[in-house]
């Protein structure tokens, strides 16, 4: 089974600055995806980003992008130029592949909040 | 194009009575799935179907089942509803592309159990 491990329950970043958002997981398994969502107070839950596993290029979307250590199991989100719509709560979550099943394994989330 | 769409948006019901979620894909998507969303237990799985079979299922009782239609639309049902039932219910979406797996979530239908 795979574990999602998200160690910060919640964080703060002043307007403008980078943040970076942690989050580690477990398997046996080689190939899979690695998403990062963002759930607004809205509770929409909307896609962030997303890593193969295979890629050893580190994905990004504009102002967000991911640092991949796949021999740590580490998968971290960073956010520049942080924004006041960015507050929200941030979760990881893992998804193998070639296993006939697109289950999502989620962490606990990161509550972050941009100060003004 | 739509994204996905679930119904109702916000339901209320008494402790024994039963419920049914409804969840629309993305156009071209063919595996729906369904998570339970609290603030103990954070995002659980509860079941994925893929043209009309449910192919996975996480550890929930039987009270919770779904279903699957040909036009992919789903439907999640929960019978006896109990207090410990209240929760946000996501569905997701999702399609192997090229570029990697997308996977979207509806809105979520909110279930207040008095």
């Known amino acids: 089974a795979q574990t999602v491990t998200q160690s910060q329950p919640e964080m703060s970043v002043q307007e403008a600055e980078t943040v970076t958002l942690s989050c580690t997981y477990d398997?046996?398994?080689?190939?899979?995806?690695l998403f990062w969502y963002k759930q607004p107070p809205s509770r929409q839950m909307i896609l962030v980003i997303r890593?193969?596993?295979?890629?050893?290029q580190n994905a990004t979307e504009n102002r967000f992008s991911v640092n991949f250590q796949k021999a740590a199991k580490s998968f971290s989100l960073k956010i520049s130029d942080s924004q006041l719509g960015d507050t929200a709560m941030y979760f990881c979550a893992f998804m193998r592949t070639g296993a006939g099943s697109y289950q999502l394994t989620f962490g606990k989330g990161t509550k972050l909040s941009v100060i003004p | 194009k739509a994204g996905v769409t679930q119904t109702p948006r916000y339901l209320i019901k008494t402790r024994g009575q039963q419920v049914t979620l409804s969840c629309s894909p993305i156009s071209g998507h063919r595996s729906v799935s369904w998570y339970q969303q609290t603030p103990g237990q954070g995002l659980q799985f509860l079941f994925e179907?893929?043209?009309?079979?449910?192919?996975n299922k996480g550890n929930f009782p039987g009270r919770f089942s779904g279903r699957q239609f040909s036009n992919s639309r789903s439907e999640m049902n929960v019978s006896t509803l109990e207090l410990g039932d209240s929760a946000l219910y996501l569905c997701a979406s999702s399609l192997v592309v090229a570029s990697g797996t997308e996977a979207f979530f509806g809105q979520g239908t909110r279930l207040t159990v008095v």
């Open positions: 398997t046996s398994e080689n190939n899979y995806y």
């Open positions: 179907y893929f043209s009309e079979t449910q192919r």
């Open positions: 890593q193969e596993a295979y890629k050893q």
